[in-house]
């Protein structure tokens, strides 16, 4: 397996890998082998320093080692001179300079950055793993740095546990035993709400590590704990560092360590003096020649209270809204989903050290199958990275195990709530990964987040509840959410689940129709609120085509549930839809927007226009509505066609001319080269000479004064979508140059290959990207009918075999395709299989159950003479057999 892109950490700024578990809260990796950005506490805490804006939070290691031959007795004199001590970390970009000077002059800051570093260092990343080599001529020894989480498909309790993983590697490439101590340093974590830390404890563990709490009272959000331990050695410990002023922690930590004068204790009393407090734990070791150990260190953190609320409830009495002035809530608003398996910090930890071996050999074998696949390297590159939304900051879950997530995260706190359905249309990841979690979403929308009407609030509730219905539904979103129930069915196949649900989505759609097509026509004509936060005025490509889908897909789920009278009507309306769609909007090379206003049901435009003045009540008259897109080129035009596609949903949408509006998107929307486009909206997503696919173009002319506000900019989410879309119609150099445009903007230089951003950073529409190993690979799989389907859009040359990692609700694993063989190998879980179809040929029935350490293997027969590679696959005469590995 290569790992992509290892690169020089010097170049590489904007790195962070966030290291978490989901709806835990993460601490993220940089490039030169440091941690930042500790959002442990519920809430996003990211910037540019290596301790984290406005926080006093730290974690660092220092190596120590002695002359060569050395042993025990000389690796504990109290002599400088005899070896060399580094912070292990590479050397500090010029860039994160400035920042500190903004931000680190603080008297409670991390205060470790100035200490002596490694001469260089070399990041590789493969998510949920990253790497990073340092070297130093002084040291004697090849050190690296590899920070992780576990990561294991369907497991989402491993996958969910509070923790930031850091193995360090020492390997001695020498002929002499290099002697040296390994120490790793956390400041107090949850130092509580007292002033100078007096609230905060810590304890050692014996033998493995240390643990923090505060006193305060356990209702509270300021309440909670965290821990570090080491897994396999046995440390010295140091529970509390010396409580003083000013830099006194750090200073004589660094003393310590340098000196090898490290000084143990049990921890604090709680008459301890105020000051910043933290914990070290120190490893001695003897690496013989050619030989190399490893030390990792676990660091996990419980912040069990929230009192964050969204969108459920007035204001706590005695609140006053004109000042913002508010009395503490009498209990926590909500508790994390990890609060509810670990006690505290201290328990998650030693669940952690106990089970170290399997979470890692787990998410590695995660880890290797993605890479295996033989996909185009963007591809897997930003499929794999855009996985750190999952353990970032943007998605929240409940003790009752619900997910919620923000847009995205800004600074200090999440952008835009509520699980917004119309952006996480786009998203596809958790579906495929984590389908559990993501049904807790569609029971957001249709059981919490909907009314007797079938209005969904498109920005759900937190914790739980009721939302107020007090604003728009978005017609993208609460149509998306029922194509979504589809395809989060047909992934599980609980039958049972769909039948609670589908009176639901019911309710749901016929709201839609009679809000945005009273008349029945199959469009959505009405203004309807959508993801560019504007209501568009007139049937759309864009909305339409997810509403033919939703109709679609109701009709689809009303058959399986044994009511093909419910679904008539819809499968009728959907045909009309499609029709109107293509006559109206198709404009002979891609769909469009037929801007309208006079003739809706919908009055409001006249008294917009009446309370207008001046220049903006002529240009309203001039050109209707603001904020469209008329003639314009959208670049998720057709988004619901995609949706479709991807979930298994027959419309009566025109293939061809879907294919026509995705190869004019890629034709009139994307750009080798931004450096003479105009852009007076948010630049910083492609700018200059970067290359990037435009939102929205008019290259037949008609670009309003004012279209929508977001027209001019490029947005990773639907640079995916549209890439996949386009490989599903066949355009696959299309979609590959797209995927690859917009990674190449994210190397670390100048954004954070692991933070596509949009409205704030971890943008969930960037989970989009999962999408691009189902497009190019054809894989699907339902339980439903236990049907395997695989169609490679890539073929690997010669006798090579085509693979491609797959998840489904049962098991993942790696699929191979070469000329004579298809081959199942789960690596977790099981593949029932009733058949088999192959390029889209006939089913081939074929009765195996995969399971680990054994494969399943479909021997094809091919005809001497065929007419294509579809025909003679879906004509093999097939055989089954099991190989063991």
């Known amino acids: 397996m290569t790992l992509p892109r290892p690169i020089d950490s010097g170049l590489l700024p904007q790195l962070a890998m966030p290291m978490g578990g989901i709806g835990a809260g993460s601490i993220s990796l940089n490039a030169f082998g440091g941690l930042q950005d500790f959002a442990i506490r519920n809430s996003p805490n990211m910037s ?94 090849r050190v690296s740095v590899t920070g992780w989480n576990p990561f294991i498909p369907l497991d989402d309790v491993s996958s969910g546990i509070p923790c930031a993983l850091m193995e360090y590697r020492l390997e001695n490439p020498g002929r002499s035993v290099v002697s040296c101590e390994l120490s790793f340093h956390l400041s107090h974590l949850m130092p509580g709400s007292g002033n100078g830390q007096a609230k905060s404890r810590a304890a050692a563990i014996p033998g493995m590590g240390v643990a923090f709490s505060n006193v305060d009272d356990p209702a509270v959000d300021t309440f909670g704990s965290a821990a570090l331990a080491v897994v396999g050695h046995e440390p010295a410990i140091k529970g509390m560092w010396l409580r003083g002023g000013w830099f006194d922690a750090i200073s004589a930590l660094w003393r310590e360590c340098s000196t090898g004068t490290f000084v143990e204790n049990q921890g604090s009393t709680g008459n301890d003096p105020e000051g910043r407090n933290g914990g070290s734990l120190l490893v001695r070791l003897r690496i013989q020649p050619g030989k190399h150990v490893v030390v990792p260190f676990v660091v996990c953190w419980h912040a069990p209270n929230s009192n964050m609320r969204c969108d459920n409830a007035p204001p706590p009495a005695g609140c006053d809204p004109a000042t913002g002035c508010c009395p503490a809530p009498a209990k926590p608003a909500w508790h994390p989903f990890y609060a509810g398996r670990w006690a505290d910090a201290r328990e998650a930890a030693m669940h952690v050290v106990a089970n170290y071996a399997s979470l890692r050999a787990r998410s590695e074998a995660f880890r290797d199958a993605l890479f295996s696949s033989t996909l185009p390297a963007p591809v897997i590159d930003a499929v794999s990275a855009n996985l750190a939304i999952i353990k970032s900051p943007t998605i929240l879950r409940q003790k009752n195990g619900n997910l919620w997530g923000w847009e995205g995260c800004f600074t200090s706190w999440g952008c835009c709530t509520g699980s917004c359905t119309h952006v996480w249309n786009y998203a596809q990841a958790i579906p495929h990964l984590f389908p559990a979690l993501e049904r807790t979403l569609r029971e957001q929308e249709l059981e919490r987040s909907m009314d007797e009407r079938g209005h969904v609030t498109f920005r759900s509730a937190l914790p739980d509840g009721p939302p107020p219905h007090t604003y728009h539904a978005a017609a993208d979103g609460q149509l998306g959410g029922i194509m979504k129930l589809f395809r989060d069915w ?119 226009v009446s309370k207008a003045s001046g220049e903006v009540a002529a240009l309203l008259r001039r050109e209707g509505p603001k904020y469209q897109y008329g003639k314009g080129c959208l670049a998720d035009g057709v988004i619901g066609a995609w949706m479709a596609e991807l979930y298994g949903i027959a419309t009566p949408l025109s293939r061809k001319h879907v294919r026509s509006t995705l190869a004019a998107i890629h034709r009139h929307n994307f750009k080798h080269d931004l450096s003479e486009h105009a852009n007076c909206q948010r630049p910083g997503y492609a700018l200059g000479a970067e290359a990037g696919l435009l939102l929205c173009t008019w290259p037949r002319g008609g670009k309003p004064t004012l279209p929508f506000p977001y027209s001019d900019e490029v947005w990773t989410g639907i640079e995916y979508q549209v890439a996949s879309h386009c490989i599903l119609a066949g355009l696959v150099d299309e979609g590959i140059e797209i995927v690859a445009a917009a990674r190449g903007r994210y190397d670390g230089r100048v954004r954070n290959p692991f933070d596509e951003y949009e409205c704030g950073s971890f943008y969930a529409r960037a989970m989009a990207s999962y999408a691009l190993l189902p497009s190019l690979s054809g894989f699907a799989y339902s339980p439903i009918d236990g049907v395997l389907s695989l169609a490679p859009k890539l073929k690997p040359k010669g006798k090579a075999p085509f693979r491609c990692f797959f998840s489904t609700a049962s098991g993942w694993g790696v699929v191979s395709l070469t000329r004579d063989a298809l081959s199942v190998d789960v690596r977790e879980g099981q593949l029932a299989i009733s058949g088999v179809r192959l390029d889209g040929g006939d089913t081939v029935a074929w009765q195996a159950t995969a399971r680990p350490g054994a494969r399943a293997v479909l021997a094809l027969a091919r005809p001497r003479r065929a007419s294509g590679a579809a025909q003679s696959r879906a004509r093999a005469a097939a055989k089954t057999k099991r190989l063991r590995h």
């Not at 042993?71 to 500190?100: C, F, H, Q, W």
């Not at 809000?515 to 199959?522: E, S, V």
Request: contains cysteine.
């Open 490 to 608: 047909r992934i599980c196949g609980d039958l049972a689940w769909l039948a609670r649900l589908y009176p639901l989505a019911k309710r749901s759609l016929d709201y839609g129709i009679s809000t945005w097509d009273p008349d029945r026509r199959g469009l959505v004509i009405e203004p309807h609120h959508n993801t560019y936060d504007i209501e568009f005025w007139g049937p759309d490509g864009m909305c339409t085509s997810i509403y033919i889908g939703a109709l679609s897909a109701l009709a689809d789920m009303a058959e399986a549930l044994g009511k093909p009278a419910e679904a008539a009507p819809y499968r009728q309306l959907a045909a009309a839809g499609a029709r109107a769609m293509e006559k109206e909007l198709f404009n002979g090379e891609y769909f469009m927007h037929q801007v309208r206003h006079d003739d809706l049901k919908d009055r409001s435009f006249a008294e917009q």
């Open 48 to 141: 540019a320093v290596p301790d984290g804006h406005g926080t006093t939070d730290s974690a660092f290691a220092l190596l120590r080692v002695l002359g060569a031959g050395a042993g025990k007795k000389a690796a504990r004199k109290d002599s400088a001179a005899s070896g060399v001590t580094r912070l292990v970390e590479g050397p500090l970009p010029a860039e994160r300079i400035y920042n500190m000077g903004l931000y680190s002059q603080g008297l409670r800051k991390s205060g470790h950055e100035g200490l002596p570093r490694f001469a260089s260092a070399r990041f590789a990343g493969a998510y949920p793993f990253g790497t990073v080599e340092l070297r130093d001529p002084q040291v004697p020894l």
